[in-house]
C-alpha cells in the first residue's frame, strides 16, 4: 500500500472501496488485519502519547477518519484519496456481513447501549451476525480473558467502541489473544450513533469538515475544551511542518 507519512502519524492512502476489498480478502484467506482510524484530535494526542503512536503506527491498515486530515495531507503534498470514516466502514462491514454471513463480536460503550446495537443490527439484518456483545466497562487485568473469549466467540469481526486512547492499547496488545478474529477494529463512539444516543451531523457537514462543529452544538461544555484546543493544537502541527520540511 502507499503508506504516506507526516506529523508522527502514518495513514494508508486507499480509498473507502480498497479498504473494504482489503478487509474481505484478509477474511477469505483467514488473516487478520488490525485496522485503526485516526482524526486530527488523535494525531494531536500522538504527538506525546508514545504508547498510543506505536498502537496507530504498528497497525496493518489506517484510514483517515477526519476531513481535516484529508485537507491538511494535500497541504503537505501527501495526498490522501479521501476520508474512510470509522462509522462508515462499520455500518459497510455489517452489511457485507449479512450477505457474506461472517459474524461479529460488538465490544464497548454501556450495557444498555451494545444491547440495542446488536438488537437494531439483528432486526435489520439477521440474528445469525451477532457473534456476541460486552461493555466497555472491565479492569486492565480482565483484558487478556476478554480477548480470548471473544476470539473463541466464533466472531469474524470485531467492533471495540471504547474511547482512546484505551481501545487502540487494548488492540495492540490483545492481538495474539485475538488471532481466531480476522478483522478487529476500533469504533469509537459509534455505539451511541447507532442505538440513536448521539445523533450523527448530516452529510454535507461531514463533506465540509464540520461534523466536529455539530457534535460540540450536542455537547458544548464537555467538548468545547477538547475542540478549542485540539483543532488549534493541529492547525499548529500542520503549518509547522509545513514550514520544516
Not at 40 to 66: P, Y
Not at 211 to 226: G, L, T, V
Amino acid at each position: 500500500m502507499n503508506r504516506q507519512k507526516f506529523l508522527n502519524t502514518e495513514i494508508d492512502n486507499i480509498s473507502m472501496a480498497e479498504t473494504l476489498c482489503c478487509i474481505e480478502t484478509a477474511i477469505k484467506n483467514n488473516e487478520q488485519i488490525h485496522h485503526v482510524v485516526v482524526n486530527a484530535g488523535k494525531i494531536v494526542a500522538m504527538q506525546n502519547d508514545l504508547q498510543l503512536r506505536k498502537s496507530v503506527n504498528d497497525s496493518d491498515l489506517i484510514n483517515a477518519d477526519g476531513q481535516a486530515v484529508v485537507w491538511a495531507s494535500h497541504f503537505l503534498n501527501k495526498p490522501l484519496k479521501e476520508r474512510v470514516a470509522g462509522i462508515d466502514l462499520m455500518e459497510k462491514l455489517v452489511e457485507l456481513a449479512f450477505h457474506k454471513r461472517y459474524k461479529i463480536f460488538f465490544l464497548g460503550a454501556q450495557e444498555d447501549i451494545v444491547k440495542s446495537v446488536t438488537k437494531k443490527y439483528a432486526e435489520q439484518y439477521s440474528n445469525s451476525i451477532i457473534a456476541g456483545y460486552r461493555n466497555g466497562y472491565f479492569s486492565k487485568k480482565e483484558e487478556s480473558i476478554i480477548a480470548t473469549q471473544i476470539s473463541e466467540s466464533g466472531a469474524d469481526i470485531l467492533f471495540v467502541a471504547i474511547s482512546s486512547p484505551t481501545k487502540e492499547n487494548f488492540l495492540y496488545d490483545n492481538k495474539k489473544h485475538l488471532k481466531n478474529v480476522n478483522f478487529i477494529m476500533g469504533v469509537g463512539g459509534s455505539f451511541d450513533v447507532v442505538a440513536g444516543k448521539v445523533t450523527r451531523a448530516p452529510l454535507w457537514m461531514q463533506k465540509s469538515g464540520l461534523e466536529w462543529f455539530y457534535r460540540f452544538i450536542q455537547e458544548p461544555k464537555r467538548m468545547w475544551k477538547r475542540y478549542l484546543f485540539g483543532n488549534s493544537k493541529f492547525i499548529y502541527l500542520v503549518l509547522k511542518e509545513k514550514l520544516t520540511k
